[in-house]
């Protein structure tokens, strides 16, 4: 499996470390209550199929959203995690 | 007060020569890491360019001017090998890294035959030309890789990492040889 680096280009999957659904990006406002930090910290979807999900690539120290698949394993592509949202994923989300 | 006596990373280790490969080590002189600020890379950029004739890199290229280079060194970052970098101070974050790394020059017809076996990029000239230059690993060791010429690599790794990366290189070597050996 290769994962393209939004600032290398595409590497070897051995140079990166899974880090989390992308729905890590949607950190909910303070005040927002425990229903929806629960479900932020704890509910996560096992999808077969498009995935959203963060990597970091430990050779250059950039975090990534990848997006990819789980049934075919192909990697569609990335974007850099710091102006990404968590999009498709965060659609997902959510037993509130 | 004692007299220190400095040791380089890679004293005793190199050089190594292996069939036609060579291992050597390189003295890179100062080595400090620039980072700039956020929204201070032009800036950073003009002053390397007034002090040292050098624009900080871009992603993946190492560029030179005399004794000094600098290294793309991974996001937002570079090295500036050869001198220590004046004028940056408000501009960029400035760590010393003299001493930190282990540097070595891997030259031979062949180099990348020995480096496939433990990099997974592709570094064949008609992809990865001189200048270029890649954060990767080697083996499981983080490095720096740097095209230097036509039959010739620069490896940079964490100095705790010396004796293995040498051990590493070596082998590689010593299994292209074994296997060219073969016919
Ligand atoms: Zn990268």
Known sequence: MRIPCPVCGVRDRREFTWGADALALDRPAVDAGEVAWDDYLHNRENPAGPTRDLWYHDACGTWAVVDRDTVTHAVHGSSLAETARAGKAAAGKGRA | ?183
């Open chain 2, 1 to 183: 007060m004692a007299r220190l006596i400095a040791k380089s990373a890679l004293m005793g280790l190199l050089p190594v020569t292996v069939g036609g490969i060579s291992l050597t080590e390189v003295e890179t002189g100062p080595v400090t890491s620039i980072a700039p600020f956020k929204g201070q890379s032009r800036a950073v950029s003009a002053v390397l360019k007034e002090r040292v004739g050098l624009r900080f890199p871009p992603v993946n290229r190492a560029v030179a001017a005399g004794d000094v280079r600098l290294i793309w060194a991974g996001k937002g970052r570079a090295l500036m090998l050869g001198a220590k970098p004046e004028g940056l101070e408000g501009l960029a974050a400035m760590t010393d890294q003299t001493g930190a790394n282990a540097v070595l020059r891997i030259e031979g017809e062949a180099v990348e035959d020995v480096l496939a076996r433990l990099i997974p990029m592709d570094l064949r000239s008609t992809v990865f030309k001189t200048g270029h230059t890649a954060r990767t690993m080697l083996a499981h060791m983080q490095v720096s890789v740097t095209r230097v010429g036509a039959d010739a690599f620069e490896i940079m790794a964490m100095r705790s990492m010396a004796g293995t990366l040498v051990h590493d290189l070596e082998q590689a070597a010593k299994g292209v040889m074994a296997r060219r050996a073969l016919g």
